[in-house]
Nanobody
């Protein structure tokens, strides 16, 4: 069955960096677009970044220039490199594939 397992979240100071990873299994990874969403307390889940099966990327305006999404098809893994983190980036980050979600990983940006 499809599994998406996130890792790499944690507590970081403003201006810091984190890299999230999502290890995928149970499907032909290279055939699917993958993405990252986030949900802050009291807010709706929102798209952060998406990468097509061919590597084309699209990022939310709020993270452009700071975040990068990438994928390694040999490792069945999608990454989210987050730089220049801000307190407003605090949220649970979810890995996504069509019709499937990971369990989420907490990212907290605070001094």
């Amino acid at each position: 069955q499809v599994q998406l397992v996130e890792s790499g979240g944690g507590l970081v100071q403003p201006g810091g960096s984190l890299r999230l990873s999502c290890a995928a299994s149970g499907f032909i990874f290279s055939s699917y677009a993958m993405g990252w969403y986030r949900q802050a307390p009291g807010k709706q889940r929102e798209l952060v970044a998406i990468i097509s099966n061919s590597g084309r990327t699209n990022l939310a305006d709020s993270v452009k220039g700071r975040f990068t999404i990438s994928r390694d098809n040999a490792k069945n893994t999608v990454y989210l490199q987050m730089n220049s983190l801000k307190p407003e980036d605090t949220a649970v980050y979810y890995c996504w594939r069509t019709a499937y979600w990971g369990q989420g990983t907490q990212v907290t940006v605070s001094s």
